[in-house]
T-cell receptor, first 111, second 112 residues
Framework: SQQGEEDPQALSIQEGENATMNCSYK?????LQWYRQNSGRGLVHLIL?????REKHSGRLRVTLDTSKKSSSLLITASRAADTASYFC???????????FGKGTRLSVIA | ETGVTQSPTHLIKTRGQQVTLRCSSQ?????VSWYQQALGQGPQFIFQ???????GRGNFPPRFSGLQFPNYSSELNVNALELDDSALYLC???????????FGPGTRLTVL
């Protein structure tokens, strides 16, 4: 079963625009992670935000976490064609439970 | 590119056969997790090995089994293959449990 639900399922933007993806989950978490996957290959870890954190930045990435709403967002600023990929959120539940991934958001950045 | 490697890259099997997939973890990592990713879906957790012991299992039947070796490399074995086992199989290594996971490129399994 998949706990995280990303929204939207697909997103198409022009190069230079910002892309925002959202993730909702159902149970208490230790942390929430975002991953990128290019063309059905391996996933690349982007950022981890712990349950006691509200916002985190890494380069052009900004992640927010609202544990009261059980939701997170990933913002990619000044997008590039190379950002075209699928993006997944994954949650680690309380009590050291396995990562549970959502179905992902397919981002297309058009040059 | 992570330091995690998987073999083979692609594999075609027929229903009822058995398959073994292999994974070499990133240097220094003692934990390996295996995931199944069906087309258009997110990865689903199969199981995790920590220091050669199974350390958690997802909702997969016993015909999915694994091993971890003293050098922390790992195998995933699937017996009595079914058509629905067709998927991308990903392994990921980490320093501990479910923190940042370093994924390999995956093995694409097709069951005919």
């Amino acid at each position: 079963s998949q706990q995280g639900e990303e929204d939207p399922q697909a997103l198409s933007i022009q190069e230079g625009e910002n892309a925002t993806m959202n993730c909702s989950y159902k149970t208490s978490i230790n942390n929430l992670q975002w991953y990128r996957q290019n063309s059905g290959r391996g996933l690349v870890h982007l950022i981890l935000i712990r349950s006691n954190e509200r916002e985190k930045h890494s380069g052009r990435l900004r992640v927010t976490l609202d544990t009261s709403k059980k939701s997170s967002s990933l913002l990619i600023t000044a997008s590039r064609a190379a950002d075209t990929a699928s993006y997944f959120c994954a949650t680690e539940g309380s009590g050291n439970t396995p990562l549970v991934f959502g179905k992902g958001t397919r981002l297309s950045v058009i040059a | 590119e992570t330091g995690v490697t998987q073999s083979p890259t692609h594999l075609i099997k027929t229903r009822g056969q058995q398959v073994t997939l292999r994974c070499s973890s990133q240097s220094g990592h003692n934990t390996v997790s295996w995931y199944q990713q069906a087309l258009g879906q997110g990865p689903q957790f199969i199981f995790q090995y920590y220091r050669e012991e199974e350390n958690g299992r997802g909702n997969f039947p016993p015909r999915f089994s694994g091993l971890q070796f003293p050098n922390y490399s790992s195998e995933l074995n699937v017996n009595a293959l079914e058509l629905d086992d067709s998927a991308l199989y990903l392994c990921a290594s980490s320093l501990r449990h479910y923190n940042e996971q370093f994924f390999g490129p995956g093995t694409r399994l097709t069951v005919l």
